[in-house]
């Protein structure tokens, strides 16, 4: 079954600290990758997206993410990581032949220390 | 420049009633998405949805469970005599053709006494 596996539900890092966030999909064909956002009580906010016009994908609050197909990873970082990158990030896939509909991983909780 | 809009944000619904969940989608998006949320649990899709047609409803449970984007009007998601099972987050998000980004509205939080 197409699935999208996000390593590590909490993450912790110090504030400067590199944060890295890992996701893994499960196709050979590569799909469409997205990461998400999520701040308590609210809704998804988009990071960034993969189409396959570049591996290395900028997004927005100085995250990025690099798409490896021999990996079939699209791993999440930022430098230096700030108080305000707390919340909940998604990993999420569109799958070639699905209708457009988003598969998500189970998420990864970033707290970031003082 | 609205976003998608969801109401009501916070719904309380006793055992047996009836909850409606509505979603107007960003300006020139034809495209509705259903998503839920459970406690320690990732989105899960429910529905996919174009003005008057259901694309692909493999995620909606098979009883109870109903949804509709009307000619005019917001999309609506049905639950008929909730469960306390059925006490999730519930989002709805709009694009235009699909495989393009997903814009996602704030929620509506679901609460099954």
């Known amino acids: 079954a197409q699935s999208v596996t996000q390593l590590g539900s909490h993450v912790s890092v110090s504030e400067g600290a590199l944060v890295l966030l890992r996701c893994n999909y499960s196709?050979?064909?590569?799909?469409?990758l997205f990461w998400y956002v999520q701040y308590p009580n609210q809704g998804l906010q988009l990071l960034l997206k993969?189409?396959?016009?570049?591996?290395l994908v900028k997004g927005i609050n100085g995250f990025e993410a690099e798409f490896k197909k021999s990996e079939t990873s699209f791993h999440l970082t930022k430098p230096s990581a700030h108080m305000s990158d707390a919340a909940e990030y998604f990993c999420?896939?569109?799958?070639?032949?699905?209708?457009?509909?988003?598969?998500f991983g189970k998420g990864t909780k970033l707290s970031v220390k003082p | 420049n609205a976003g998608v809009m969801q109401n009501p944000r916070h719904l309380v619904r006793r055992r047996g009633q009836e909850a409606r969940l509505r979603c107007s989608p960003m300006?020139?998006?034809?495209?509705v998405y259903w998503y839920r949320q459970l406690p320690e649990e990732g989105l899960k899709f429910m529905v996919y949805l174009q003005k008057e047609n259901i694309i692909d409803e493999s995620g909606m449970p098979k009883e109870r469970f109903s949804a509709e984007f009307p000619k005019e009007g917001p999309s609506i998601l049905r639950i008929q005599q909730v469960v306390r099972g059925d006490s999730a987050a519930y989002f709805c998000a709009s694009s235009r053709p699909p495989y393009n980004e997903q814009f996602f509205g704030p929620g509506t939080r679901l609460t099954v006494l």
């Open positions: 999420a896939v569109i799958y070639g032949g699905s209708q457009g509909n988003l598969i």
């Open positions: 993969y189409t396959s016009a570049a591996t």
């Open positions: 300006k020139g998006h034809s495209h």
């Open positions: 196709s050979s064909v590569p799909p469409y």
